[in-house]
């Protein structure tokens, strides 16, 4: 079983929908999660962060991690086009994390439909 | 602020090849990473340096890899000789602490092809 398992995609749907992307993990402890944000032919960037199980908002963005069921999930809320993007969730053991022990899924490419 | 600048944008080479990758990190950050990204192995850590030693290589998939960090403002990965295996996007990154909630700031990589 790998560490850390996300839906590759594609997922299509409509402007203004709301937009659910998961990972789930096996190794229970880690205790950062965070959500990267990739677009086309650039980087990723660091879109949330939480620090064990809770939820986390930041404007359109929720992020929510269940600890119990090792499942974490991103929301994002009036979906635009400008959303469309390749997101990664990404989780740690350490809060020292920063690459030492940080877990990466391989992404979710994401198409947010005008 | 630059941000993360990585050289060249894009990379074609034949097998065998020597390829040399290279990396200037945000001033004033004290970790820099190189990855490696693949659509069957998503981003892998190959190597990262805490102010310019390297501290964990185990990523680094053969000897044929070596990465290098002379002075706080620039990085280079190296690979000697290429195959296409390598081809792929290679990112680096840096961050002013290795705390969880302290970004990882990254270029826009260099995309490797080997043929």
């Known amino acids: 079983q790998k560490e850390v398992e996300q839906d590759p995609g594609p997922l299509s749907v409509p402007e203004g929908a709301i937009v659910s992307l998961n990972c789930t993990y096996s190794?229970?402890?880690?205790?950062?999660f965070m959500w990267y944000r990739q677009y086309s032919r650039k980087g990723p960037e660091l879109l949330m962060y939480?620090?064990?199980?809770g939820n986390k908002e930041d404007g359109r963005f929720t992020a929510q991690v269940d600890k119990s069921s090792k499942y974490i999930s991103l929301f994002i809320r009036d979906s635009q086009p400008s959303d469309s993007a390749t997101y990664l969730c990404a989780m740690s053991m350490y809060s020292g994390g920063g690459a030492d022990g940080l877990t990466f899924g391989k992404g979710t490419h994401l198409i947010i439909q005008p | 602020d630059a941000g993360v600048i990585q050289s060249p944008r894009h990379e074609v080479t034949e097998m065998g090849q020597e390829v040399t990758l290279r990396c200037k990190p945000i001033s004033g950050h004290d970790y820099l990473f190189w990855y490696r990204q693949t659509m069957m192995r998503g981003l892998e850590l190959l190597i990262y340096f805490n102010n310019n030693v390297p501290i964990d290589d185990s990523g680094m998939p053969e000897d044929r890899f070596s990465a290098k960090m002379p002075n706080a403002s620039f990085s280079t990965l190296k690979i000697q000789p290429s195959e296409p295996r390598d081809s792929a996007v290679y990112f680096c990154?840096?961050?002013?602490?290795?705390?969880?909630?302290?970004?990882?700031?990254f270029g826009n990589g260099t995309r490797l092809t080997v043929t």
């Open positions: 939480t620090y064990s199980s």
């Open positions: 190794n229970s402890a880690f205790q950062y």
């Open positions: 990154a840096s961050s002013t602490s290795q705390g969880a909630g302290s970004p990882l700031h």
